[in-house]
């Protein structure tokens, strides 16, 4: 939420992530083949926070087992392939990981050597949201006030790309 305040203005360097202009965003859409995808598409004026595989974000959810079991509700054992190349995941359980990411998706699932690998990809762009979509009230009410900060252009749209992987147990 600070950096979409912020506008994306003095950023101090920071070694767990980086900062992607709005000029990246045809690279980025083409990297991630979200061209064609329904609502994932990046707007042109966007920017982007990529985190580093290593960071704290990154490990957290790599070992989150709620993200764990959703993925591998995906994948076909018998074949040994995803049945979807992007993964809609959502967190209730973590309420920190609900907070920070909410929902997302998780594109390029692979699994080699034992190992699952994919990105987590989530744009932050508010909706208004009810009680019965979103019955907590707490966070009912950040979330329709960054709406009336986007609004009213006061909050600046991005997205947010972190590497996850995982060795499987039991797969």
């Keep these: 939420m600070n950096i979409a305040l912020s506008g994306f203005k003095n950023l101090p360097e920071h070694p767990e992530f980086s900062v992607f202009q709005p000029e990246a965003t045809e690279y980025v859409n083409n990297q991630l083949n979200i061209q064609n995808s329904k609502g994932l598409l990046i707007p042109k004026d966007w920017h982007g926070v990529i985190y580093d595989k290593n960071s704290g974000f990154s490990k957290r959810l790599s070992n989150s087992p709620e993200l764990q ?7 076909d054992k018998k074949s040994k392939k995803f049945t979807t190349n992007q993964i809609g995941i959502g967190f209730s359980e973590d309420k920190n ?12 699932p692979q699994i080699e ?9 989530d744009k932050y762009d508010y909706k208004w949201l009810s009680k019965e979509e979103l019955p907590n009230l707490e966070t009912r009410k950040l ?3 960054a709406y009336t900060l986007q609004t009213i252009k006061q909050l600046t749209n991005y997205y947010v790309i972190i590497p996850v992987q995982f060795k499987l147990r039991g797969y």
């Design 113 to 121: 050597n034992g190992e699952f690998r994919g990105i987590l990809f």
């Design 97 to 108: 990981l609900n907070y920070s990411i909410g929902h997302g998706t998780i594109l390029k």
């Design 143 to 145: 979330n329709n006030s």
């Design 69 to 75: 079991t959703q993925i591998m509700s995906k994948y």
